[in-house]
């Protein structure tokens, strides 16, 4: 059950629910709509206030005794990877990254379920559908994108495009300063490939060729385990009462 936190009720408090991030803990969330001719701009300011969107609602945490989850964001103009980073490059150079139409396809299903059953069978969405999934992927009044990761081809380095099997896909937002990894999987049986590090390396080059400054890639929590990998792209800006923060 929710209620409205604001009069126009524009904005929305969801009620307490386990924590996924922290054991023991309760979350909620504060929410609006993104629909209308002004979803994009909406979706831009709210995105640099801490939000994050899931279809066409945008959200927040709103805890009332923790303030774990923070937002983060890469400084991709000034991002260079470390050796690590360099050699999980190196790794995936065989892949090729295409930007789509933010629709959903068969192929992407399949991997999506492979990638909920094999890591997040327990999670909230282990019982999504085809529904389920095309609507992630197609209830949105912003501009978003899937960026499929597929094998080269014979022709790859002409056309920038592949037919070969899908390995890695992600969701993501196209932003007035950055882009936003609103959702990201992969094929789980590649353990030796890093393909959640790799994607993100792949939007922060992407970003920059974009000419933005900034990836968006949600919620930090410094003592969750699922959350510690975000860490480690620096130099990053985490939000805070005092506004944005910059990390080396």
């Known amino acids: 059950m929710t209620k409205p936190v604001a009069d126009n009720h524009q904005f929305y408090l969801t009620a307490p629910s386990p924590c996924p991030y922290l054991d023991g803990k309760q979350e909620r969330k504060v929410f609006t709509h993104l629909a209308g001719p002004h979803a994009g701009a909406l979706n831009d300011l709210l995105t640099q206030g801490g939000f994050r969107r899931s279809q066409a609602i945008a959200y927040r945490p709103a805890c009332e005794q ?25 790794r995936n150079d065989d892949l090729v990254g295409r930007q789509c139409a933010g629709e959903a396809t068969s192929d992407q ?3 999506f379920r492979s990638y909920l059953d094999s890591r997040h069978g327990d999670g ?19 501009e978003t994108s899937v960026i499929e990761y597929r094998h080269r081809g014979t022709d790859s380095a002409i056309t920038e495009t592949s037919d070969g099997g899908i390995v890695a896909c992600a969701l993501t937002d196209v932003l007035a300063d950055g882009l936003s990894m609103v959702y990201s999987f992969f094929a789980p049986e590649e353990t030796d490939r890093s393909l959640g590090t790799f994607m993100i390396l792949d939007h922060i080059d992407r970003a920059r060729r974009m000419g933005k400054p900034y990836l968006y890639l949600g919620y930090w929590v410094e003592n969750s385990p699922k959350m510690a990998y975000k860490a480690r792209f620096v130099p990053q800006e985490r939000l805070s009462g005092q506004g944005w923060i910059r990390f080396e």
């Open 66 to 90: 923790c303030a774990a989850c923070i937002s983060v964001r890469v400084c991709v103009d000034d991002f260079k990877p470390g050796r690590s980073m360099k050699r999980i490059l190196r």
């Open 124 to 142: 909230g969405m282990a019982s999504m559908t085809v529904l389920d999934y095309a609507l992630m992927v197609e209830d949105s009044h912003v």
């Open 109 to 111: 299903y399949s991997l």
